[in-house]
Every structure is written in C-alpha cells, then in structure tokens.
C-alpha cells in the first residue's frame, strides 16, 4: 500500500516558468513532509521541508504548500532553470505511529528546457 | 557538513552470494536507513534503525538483514543474492524528526 503518491512520472517546463511537483498522502499520522532532489548516480538532497502546524514553507526559489484536509502536498518552482532537470521525491514521516521512519513517494522526473 | 559514505559505488555479485553493503555516518545521528530505488517504484525502504541495535523492518525487507553494532555504521546484508535485488542501493541517516542526508548510492548488479 503506497502511503505516499506522486502520481505524475515526469513533467516538462520552460526555462523562467513554473514548475508545480505533485504529492498525496494516505496516513492521517504525517506530519513532517519533506521534498528531495536527485541527479542520476548521486544520492537524494533535500531540498525543504514543512510541518502540519504550517502549510506554507518558502526557501528562495522553492515554496511548499501543505494542505492537509486534502492530504496534498505541491512544491512550486520558480522560476524554473536548466539545472532544476532532476527527479523530485517527496517524503513523510510521523513522530507518533511512525517514530522516525521517512517514507518517499515514487518521484517526478523534471525536464526544464531552455 | 554531515557525511554519510556507503562503501561501495558499483558492486557485481553473483547470484546465492552473501553480500554486505556498508555505511559510516559522522554526526552521531540516532537514526539510520536503507532505501532501495527502482525505475517508477521510487525509494522504498528496507530497514530502518534507531538506535544501536535496534532495528525496524520497513516496507520491503525480505531477502535482506541489517546490522548496526555501533551508532555510526549501519550495514546492509543480502543473505543470498538474488537478480531481483539488482537496483540502487541508498543509505540515510537523520537525527529524529529533521531531515535525512543520504550516500552517494550504491549500484548492485546481481548477475
């Protein structure tokens, strides 16, 4: 059972426009989320994070919106450039029936064209 | 800056060997992970440890074991290599409730 969905594989964008990543969530538990890049043969990085008191997170470029009635994260970037082209998994845990555990999404590939 | 090192980048093992995937972290963080990756599977997580010798199976353990004797080292172990454990291998490590810092990966080919 996937607690945790990206349900878009990949998405494309123009250089200088949007980009919105997608995430939806089945255990009502969450309440730590977190969004991680990652470039083929590399490790994950993070990238930002929100807790379920917020239910916005802003670092630069990147925003995350939390919307927990709908159990829907997104993460918006902008604007988009070249070097964003990477997979994006988003991530939960909850302290209470999770203790640490970080459970990760499938990830959307983003492609950012000049 | 946290350092999470697997031993490895590439590994090819044959199949109903014993084989061990190794990872030091450097901040003296309580919990460790290990996920595996697969082409639209994303990060599934094998084992998760949160203290030295404790241990908590994750979504996909079967076929693998883990280790952690000390806080620092939390080792993978694949009991009898199979060519469906061929995937990338991605170790974590976090102090609870912040973010994890992953390794590099490691690449096992079970052939």
């Known amino acids: 059972d996937q607690q945790v969905k990206q349900n878009s594989p990949s998405l494309s964008v123009q250089e200088g426009r949007i980009s919105i990543l997608n995430c939806d969530y089945t255990n009502s538990m969450f309440d730590y989320f977190l969004w991680y890049k990652k470039y083929p043969a590399e490790g994950p990085t993070f990238l930002i994070s929100i807790s379920s008191i917020k239910d916005k997170n802003e670092d630069g470029r990147f925003t995350v919106f939390l919307n927990k009635s709908a159990k829907h994260l997104s993460l918006h970037i902008v604007p988009s450039q070249p070097g964003d082209s990477a997979v994006y998994f988003c991530?939960?845990?909850?302290?209470?029936?999770?203790?640490?555990?970080?459970?990760f999404g499938q990830g959307t590939e983003l492609s950012v064209k000049p | 800056d946290v350092k999470v090192t697997q031993s490895s980048r590439y590994l090819v093992k044959r199949t109903g060997e014993k084989v061990f995937l190794e990872c030091v972290q450097d901040?003296?963080?309580?919990?460790m992970f290990w996920y595996r990756q697969d082409p639209g599977l994303g990060l599934r997580l094998i084992y998760f440890s949160y203290d030295v010798k404790m241990k908590e199976k994750g979504d996909i353990p079967e076929g693998y074991s883990v280790s952690r004797e000390k806080k620092e080292r939390f080792s993978l172990i694949l009991e009898s290599a199979s060519t469906n454990q061929t995937s990338m291998y991605l170790c974590?490590?976090?102090?609870?409730?912040?973010?994890?810092?992953f390794g590099q990966g490691t690449r096992l080919t079970v052939v």
């Open positions: 901040m003296d963080h309580e919990n």
């Open positions: 974590a490590s976090s102090l609870l409730r912040t973010e994890a810092f």
């Open positions: 991530a939960a845990s909850g302290l209470y029936n999770q203790g640490g555990k970080l459970i």
